[in-house]
């Protein structure tokens, strides 16, 4: 396992844009599958998107796609996910997760490690 740690939530328009970071400092994130996750006020936890180890296959969950956009910066061991044209619903704690796991991974039960979370607020 390793530790994840989600940083660039906050408080948004409707419409507006967020970038959410997620970093392993001192680990090396490039051999997993990364994924982000959120959970809303009294709903599961859905999945949103995962990247492959190499940064080229992406894969989203309709009700983001065309939105959200998943990356990796291998080198510097963190994972991102570009949130543009917000809306109320997208509001969450949004994580990131890393496995080892086939594809596409959508199931929390997919990955091993976790970050605590970020909180998104989108205001109508």
Same mark, same amino acid.
């Given at each position: 396992?390793?530790?994840?740690?989600?940083?660039? !939530?906050?408080?948004?328009? =409707?419409? @507006?844009?967020? /970038?959410?970071?997620? #970093?392993?400092?001192?680990?090396?994130?490039? %051999?997993?599958?990364? !994924?982000?996750?959120?959970? =809303?006020? @009294?709903?599961? /936890?859905?999945?949103? #998107?995962?990247?492959?180890?190499?940064?080229? %296959?992406?894969?989203?969950?309709?009700?983001?796609?065309?939105?959200?956009?998943?990356?990796?910066?291998? #080198?510097?061991?963190?994972?991102?996910?570009?949130?543009?044209?917000?809306?109320?619903?997208?509001?969450?704690?949004?994580?990131?997760?890393?496995?080892?796991?086939?594809?596409?991974?959508?199931?929390?039960?997919?990955?091993?490690?976790?970050?605590?979370?970020?909180?998104?607020?989108?205001?109508?």
């Amino acid at each position: 396992q390793v530790e994840l740690a989600e940083s660039g !939530g906050g408080l948004v328009q =409707a419409g @507006g844009s967020l /970038r959410l970071s997620c #970093a392993a400092p001192g680990r090396t994130l490039s %051999t997993y599958v990364m !994924g982000w996750f959120r959970r =809303a006020p @009294g709903k599961e /936890r859905e999945f949103v #998107a995962i990247i492959d180890w190499s940064g080229t %296959t992406t894969y989203y969950a309709d009700s983001v796609k065309g939105r959200f956009t998943i990356s990796r910066d291998n #080198a510097k061991n963190t994972a991102y996910l570009q949130m543009n044209s917000l809306k109320p619903e997208d509001t969450a704690v949004y994580y990131c997760a890393a496995g080892f796991t086939g594809w596409p991974a959508t199931k929390p039960a997919d990955f091993g490690s976790w970050g605590q979370g970020t909180q998104v607020t989108v205001s109508s």
